[in-house]
């Protein structure tokens, strides 16, 4: 009995963590019919966040108030890339044939990988992310003040060319004053900004001129000036974080397994009950999982935002008809699953006491399966399905005799059953929507 | 937020024919000079870099690639004026002449830059490198002051049949002579260097509309095509003067291909998104190296390799017709991921095999080492020999092998797409519910689609094993499945042209360019995000794909129906 109650617990604490991740598969297809396949990376990306947040501001410490601001560095960075990647690659698919967005997801997926990798190798990369973070904010905020719809169906790269142009150009020369003089005083920093933002503005209205008789609207010269000097200020203010904060850091390689922070009251000694080991960090799951149903219950069901998504769930034509923002609905819908994600990232990193940069991959399609398995599109069907999940592959490691039983199998075990599910109930144990997409 | 106007019709926007300007001609005559006389000069003060381009008057291999492109260029300010005229009117000349301008440009830079990284920095650049490249920006500015031709239809262009013959297989010669040349070259910056002509040339031929033509004479003389393509590779060892480092490159890129048409049928004509495929080529494999003579075999029946052959394909398509039969009734995103669900089963499964963990058949995570050369009809591969006095190792044996077996796949792939059975995967493809209601046996062609890919993985995968000598549970992860699918997204899906050269870029590079390896998947992954975004259609596209992905495109839709219209009416 006590064996059964033990692999219950640890069934129920894996279980917590597919759940947390398949709420955002469930989300997201609920609303856009598309598997994010990229979202097991996102609750990588969290366990790094708030990993990248403990090692920046709290090296060495283990006080247990730490863990909310890991928590916050975790969401931050998981909802900031699944707002980035469905801006930047799935939007512009929204009306592709079904593979476009499927293979974008495997290249959003490698991609991000091998970024976290090259982060903590190598982090001077930084810089050059940062830089294009800095010509892309400038961009927007030039589109903010033009008030012009840079993502108009109709729009094409010359309307863009001017602002693109002067964000760019901005940024350049900041880059090459700096790599000249890497170290300036306070004075000259303020010049080459300025300086920056001159030259930007004057290679943006000279490109903005030069399309002007492709391009389909006029951009005006404040939203030029704009963002060329959005982004050099990004740019020079990014630096200086770099310089005071990244570069402090001795970055571990993530080749290997990166251990995992320790937190008082959340790790440590586990508590016996009865005959049965619990973990303090499946504590923290579990108790994540209850308080984070609690919370999206009362989004979904009892908030403006909520009640949105489920009607454009159920028909998003009528939704946009009835004055619902659906581009918006659909970004809610990523962070949304992001939060949840990041969350299941820290408890992960809690439990295994390392994390690693490839660990998406398969907790991601485990959490799939765990939609699949509560029928996806439906989000509490994801809960029970992850629930569920977890206790089967607790209990196939206990009781399944002879060879094929043991940890070594759990995982085959696992998409044994989403393969059984899909061919035999795929519209999942709650049932959410009928199959049939091509 | 909406200022912009609503779109113009694109068709009004069609280039207006601008008159020329008068100096554009002479000036790009004096580019071509520029470039020649430049090329003869030397590049570089430093001699042991880039293959030696230090000598006056004796061009080393790049500077020989840079009067190439001045030749063609040439060729084509003739074209526009002078004694080749008859040619302009086929010939988009100025559109080729932009693409070689800029491409030599470009490639001038390249060699700036990298002849001052690899030396120390610009003081070693001689007059000639700056020469050739103001050469090369004058033909880019005449490029762009020249006016644009309205051109007569390329469809109509014929020549002797002789004469078509000998084009295309002196367009054989001259990729099989690129392929051994840019092989040879050691150093990354000459193949980049070399890749960036290759990339202009080509650029310029389909610009000026060379390559229409030849595609036209092609489908004219089509076995002549395929019997030249086959004789350049099945020359290309004989090339390599018995080294086998290259040699090894072309065998990997051999089975790459194999495997990937052989996906190309399941994804390029059925539709089916299949991201667990290299368990296939693995279970191929798997069979080989335990029915081998190999020490750590775990099945004591060695029965003769062509039987192996069968065997391990057959066990890959017995796989596939497990997998897909209950699956198939799922479909779109469900299938691919049930699918990669498979492929993780089938390497967590050889993975445990081990002995301790299940019965001992795959030798578990160290898997199965010291596979024996094959033997066939009593030769062994592992035998150098020696024909026309070049050497040939043990990689060209394989390859030659492996030349048969891509050509039984892509024979296969061909065969079936104009057959009644490829008709039908298409229609499942365009639109499941209505081929089903014309009444295409849905569910049998799909199974049929997953069980000849199998079939086709699994033959090239014993093959593998014998080349590899060894399988382990590693060779066969996801990621090897994700760039098999990238390799046909690449090259575009459907074709086999495109599939092959998706396939040899995703293997050749990551080879040949050996120190951007520790950034190889993070730019495989901005690949395939970008390639969705810009071109989802791949490489080479066939008309009826473009169209797909761009459904808006009215242009394109009434080229697709006249094509079609064509065909019918030569019916």
């Given amino acids: ?438 | 937020m909406t200022d912009v106007e609503t779109p113009v019709d694109d068709v009004a926007e069609a280039p207006v024919a601008k008159p020329g300007k008068p100096i554009a001609w002479p000036l790009g005559l004096v580019g071509v000079a520029l470039v020649i006389v430049g090329s003869f000069l030397s590049w570089s003060y430093d001699g042991s870099i880039l293959n030696d381009l230090s000598i006056n008057f004796y061009p080393g291999g790049l500077q020989i690639l840079a009067i190439i492109v001045a030749v063609l260029s040439l060729v084509l300010l003739l074209a526009e004026r002078g004694p080749l005229t008859k040619l302009g009117t086929w010939l988009d000349a100025t559109l080729g002449l932009r693409a070689f301008g800029v491409g030599l440009t470009l490639y001038m830079a390249l060699v700036i830059v990298a002849i001052s990284v690899e030396s120390d920095g610009l003081i070693n650049v001689n007059p000639g490198a700056y020469v050739t490249l103001v050469g090369a920006a004058l033909i880019a500015v005449s490029a762009y002051l020249l006016p644009l031709h309205q051109l007569r239809d390329m469809s109509h262009a014929r020549l002797p049949d002789w004469l078509e013959i000998f084009l295309i297989s002196a367009m054989m010669a001259v990729v099989l002579f690129l392929a051994a040349y840019a092989l040879g070259l050691g150093d990354a910056w000459s193949f980049i260097l070399c890749l960036v002509f290759v990339a202009t040339g080509a650029t310029g031929l389909f610009r000026t509309g060379a390559m229409t033509f030849m595609s036209h004479a092609g489908q004219r003389h089509r076995k002549v095509l395929t019997l030249a393509a086959f004789a350049a590779a099945f020359l290309f060892p004989f090339t390599q003067n018995g080294s086998d480092a290259n040699m090894s490159i072309a065998g990997s890129v051999l089975v790459f291909s194999a495997t990937a048409m052989g996906l190309n049928i399941v994804v390029g004509l059925a539709g089916l998104l299949d991201l667990g495929y290299i368990a296939f080529l693995g279970s191929g494999a798997y069979v080989a190296a335990t029915l081998s003579t190999s020490a750590f075999a775990t099945i004591n029946w060695k029965p003769p390799f062509l039987l192996v052959m069968l065997i391990g394909a057959g066990v890959a398509a017995l796989l596939g017709l497990i997998i897909g039969s209950p699956t198939l009734r799922v479909s779109g995103d469900y299938l691919a991921i049930v699918t990669l669900g498979f492929g993780e089963i089938f390497r967590f499964s050889m993975f445990n095999l081990d002995g301790n963990n299940g019965p001992n058949l795959t030798n578990g995570p160290n898997g199965i080492p010291g596979i024996p050369d094959l033997e066939l009809f009593g030769f062994n591969f592992g035998d150098a020999h020696t024909v026309a006095g070049i050497e040939l190792g043990r990689f060209s044996n394989y390859y030659f092998l492996l030349l048969l077996l891509l050509g039984f796949v892509i024979l296969t792939f061909a065969r079936l797409n104009n057959s009644r059975i490829g008709r039908g995967w298409v229609a499942i493809r365009e639109d499941e519910k209505a081929a089903e209601a014309m009444g295409v046996n849905v569910f049998g062609l799909k199974l049929l689609a997953f069980a000849v890919g199998a079939f086709l993985a699994g033959l090239a995968g014993t093959i593998k094993a014998h080349q590899d000598g060894a399988v382990s549970p590693d060779q066969f992860i996801f990621l090897e499945s994700a760039f098999l699918l990238a390799a046909i997204v690449l090259g575009g899906m459907g074709t086999i042209a495109g599939v092959l050269l998706g396939a040899t870029i995703l293997k050749l590079l990551p080879e040949k360019l050996r120190f951007f390896s520790e950034y190889r998947l993070f730019l495989f992954g901005i690949l395939l995000v970008l390639m969705m975004r810009f071109r989802p259609e791949g490489l080479v596209a066939s008309k009826r794909r473009q169209l797909e992905f761009h459904e808006e495109d009215e242009a394109l839709a009434v080229e697709v129906e006249e094509e079609r219209l064509a065909v019918e009416e030569a019916k």
Wanted: proline share 4%.
């Fill in chain 1, 1 to 438: 009995m006590d064996q059964f109650l033990q692999q219950l617990v640890n069934g129920l604490t894996l279980g917590s963590l597919y759940a947390l991740i398949a709420v955002g598969y469930t989300v997201v297809y609920g609303i856009v019919q598309l598997i994010n396949f990229a979202h097991g990376e996102v609750f990588m990306i969290g366990a790094f966040g708030a990993l990248t947040t403990y090692l920046l501001f709290f090296n060495g410490k283990t006080s247990v108030w730490i863990l909310p601001v890991m928590i916050v560095g975790a969401m931050i960075a998981s909802v900031g890339t699944a707002v980035a990647m469905e801006r930047v690659a799935y939007r512009p698919l929204r009306n592709a044939p079904r593979l476009a967005p499927l293979i974008t997801a495997i290249g959003i997926s490698v991609f991000l990988q091998e970024f976290v990798r090259l982060f903590y190798d190598q982090p001077q990369w930084t810089v050059v992310v940062l830089t294009g973070l800095a010509i892309g904010v400038g961009y927007l905020i030039g589109g903010r003040v033009a008030k012009i719809d840079l993502s108009h169906p109709v729009s094409k790269w010359f309307d863009r060319a001017p602002l693109l142009g002067a964000a760019g150009s901005a940024v350049a020369v900041w880059v090459v004053v700096r790599l000249v003089n890497p170290d300036l005083n306070a004075l000259l920093i303020v010049g080459v900004v300025v300086l920056g933002a001159l030259v930007g503005t004057a290679i943006g209205w000279l490109a903005g001129a030069a399309v002007r008789r492709r391009a389909r609207s006029q951009t005006p010269v404040p939203a030029i000036a704009a963002a060329a000097a959005g982004a050099v200020v990004i740019a020079e203010v990014s630096w200086v974080l770099y310089e005071k904060l990244i570069s402090n850091v001795d970055w571990p390689s993530a080749k290997l397994r990166i251990p995992f922070p320790q937190i008082d009251v959340v790790t440590g000694t586990a508590l016996q009950v009865g005959g049965v080991t619990i973990q303090r960090s499946a504590i923290f799951t579990i108790g994540a999982l209850a308080v984070c149903s609690v919370l999206l219950w009362f989004f979904v069901n009892r908030t403006r935002m909520g009640r949105g998504m489920q009607a454009v769930s159920q028909d998003p034509d009528t939704a946009r008809l009835m004055g619902i923002n659906v581009d918006r609905i659909i970004v809610v819908a990523f962070a949304l699953g992001a939060v949840l994600a990041a969350i299941a990232g820290v408890s992960q990193g809690l439990q295994n006491t390392n994390i690693e940069f490839r660990m998406g991959f398969l907790a991601g399609l485990k959490a799939f399966t765990a939609a699949v398995l509560g029928g996806i599109g439906n989000i509490f069907g994801a809960v029970v399905g992850g629930l569920v999940l977890g206790v089967i592959e607790a209990m196939a490691t206990q009781y399944i005799p002879g060879q094929f039983g043991g940890s070594t199998w759990k995982d085959v075990w696992a998409f044994v059953i989403l393969i059984l599910v899909l061919v035999f109930r795929p519209q999942g144990l709650l049932g959410a929507r009928v199959v049939d997409r091509a």
